[in-house]
């Protein structure tokens, strides 16, 4: 078993049907934070907006509680936090190629190698009483994505104890930084890992795609985007380069 920071209380199952949903469970049951749980294989693993994550074991299926003082609306600055730790933490297997693509995926030389799964219940004074952060990365194997590219790491690739450990840390370390410095430092560590100034971006969300470039994030973490009307602010959505 790899060494896990201090704090941390880390649940191991060899199955589970999603380990989002049983942070969920213990979240609202009132368990304290730093709460992390790690299953081998999920039967009913999901990303974002509901899709399906298919989880052979060899891969990393992690999902941790945090309970921050933060109102809701920094909720996306959390996802990017989140983002950033994980890009630090896989960088020593993974070597070069890894890059953030917004708002909540990792990709290695293009391909998706990690999603992150954000998800917070609000206090009744209108701040965060939860937050949960689930990583699915791609260690050993790379599952097939409809219309996308995917890759896992190289070999030798971590297990998934030793992968949680480093991920945890990666998140001690960003989430002590923004509390004493703010958001500032993690959106400029995330634009330093995303994607470049000007790249040309098509960002899919409730209405028509909406194509232009890239021109960074705004202080709340939200997508800058130059469109043919003018400099768009995007707050959610699908993101194809």
């Given at each position: 078993m790899s060494s896990f920071p201090v704090g941390w209380r880390l649940l191991v199952h060899d199955q589970l049907p999603s380990t989002a949903d049983l942070i969920r469970e213990r979240a609202e049951d009132g368990e304290a934070e730093r709460l992390a749980v790690l299953a081998h294989r999920q039967t009913a693993g999901r990303g974002t907006h509901g899709r399906a994550w298919e989880s052979p074991a060899g891969n990393l299926y992690l999902s941790v509680l945090l309970r921050p003082a933060s109102p809701a609306r920094e909720v996306p600055q959390w996802s990017l936090l989140a983002a950033v730790a994980l890009h630090d933490a896989l960088t020593p297997w993974a070597g070069p190629g890894l890059a953030l693509k917004w708002p909540n995926?990792?990709?290695?030389?293009?391909?998706?190698?990690?999603?992150?799964?954000?998800?917070?219940?609000?206090?009744?004074?209108?701040?965060?009483?939860?937050?949960?952060?689930?990583?699915g990365v791609n260690l050993a194997h790379a599952p097939a994505v409809p219309g996308r590219r995917t890759a896992s790491l190289p070999a030798p690739a971590p297990g998934p104890e030793e992968a949680a450990a480093a991920v945890l840390a990666a998140l001690d370390r960003w989430r002590a930084?923004?509390?004493?410095?703010?958001?500032?430092?993690?959106?400029?560590?995330?634009?330093?890992?995303?994607?470049?100034?000007?790249?040309?971006?098509?960002?899919t969300a409730a209405g028509a795609p909406l194509k232009g470039l890239f021109e960074g994030l705004d202080d709340t973490g939200a997508l800058r985007l130059r469109t043919a009307r003018g400099l768009e602010t995007v707050t959610a959505g699908q993101v194809e380069a």
């Open positions: 995926d990792l990709l290695l030389k293009g391909a998706k190698c990690a999603g992150i799964l954000a998800e917070a219940s609000l206090s009744t004074a209108g701040g965060l009483d939860w937050l949960a952060l689930g990583f930084l923004r509390e004493a410095q703010g958001f500032a430092p993690v959106r400029a560590a995330w634009l330093a890992r995303g994607h470049l100034p000007g790249a040309a971006l098509t960002v």
